[in-house]
């Protein structure tokens, strides 16, 4: 039986690999903002269909109004992150109780960026103005969790979103750095993503930014 399995297999794998892939078409193409600078990441508060807010490496977040194709001048959150290396404002989420009122999350969105001092990779919590839907409160931080770097720069990962299934918020962390998840900073024999005892880096991270205790 498992020789019969295995041997299915190798002729599956032979007949994709004989095949011809064509590449896709892409179409419709169109340019629909300029004058950014290194962005990382683009998203939507759940619900809001008029504008994309995007990341910038450098530390702050531009909202692009769909409708007029307007790209705003003043940052929706300008902050100050270590764009060291690989490092800056890498991930942006909004919770998917933003425009819920009565509900936890109302106006609150997340961000990852790494600092320095030493090297970390941050998830943060804001709220947006209570006054100006297209302004946050930069003063309303609040830190969700804290990941060093011990060696190395790179490697942060970055990634952060809500899942529609359990309002959880994911975060992808990075390995630590270096190359290969091996070396200075790294668990010797298994590498950080292996290491599951107290290791947060190389992990897919569940928080429950409503009920967890920061």
Not at 75 to 83: E, G, I, K, M, Q
Request: proline share 5%; net charge negative; with cysteine.
């Amino acid at each position: 039986m498992c020789t019969r399995v295995t041997y299915s297999g190798l002729v599956g794998l032979t007949v994709l690999s004989s095949a011809t892939l064509a590449p896709a078409a892409i179409e419709g193409l169109q340019r629909v903002a300029s004058g950014l600078s290194n962005p990382t990441f683009v998203t939507h508060a759940p619900g809001d269909s008029s504008r994309l807010f995007i990341a910038q490496r450098g530390g702050s977040i531009r909202i692009l109004d769909l409708n007029t194709g307007i790209l705003q001048t003043t940052p929706f959150l300008s902050t100050t992150v270590d764009t060291s290396g690989e490092g800056g404002l890498l991930g942006l989420a909004f919770h998917p109780n933003y425009f819920n009122e009565g509900l936890p999350g109302l106006g609150k969105f997340y961000d990852d960026v790494t600092s320095g001092s030493p090297f970390t990779i941050r998830v943060r919590e804001f709220q947006v103005s209570a006054t100006n839907p297209n302004l946050a409160n930069a003063g309303s931080l609040r830190e969700i969790i804290g990941v060093p770097h011990t060696a190395a720069t790179n490697h942060n990962g970055g990634w952060i979103g809500f899942s529609p299934n359990d309002n959880y918020l994911y975060v992808a962390t990075g390995d630590g750095g270096g190359a290969n998840d091996e070396g200075t900073g790294h668990t010797p024999g298994t590498g950080n993503a292996q290491d599951t005892t107290n290791n947060l880096l190389g992990k897919m991270l569940r928080i429950d930014v409503n009920g967890d205790d920061f």
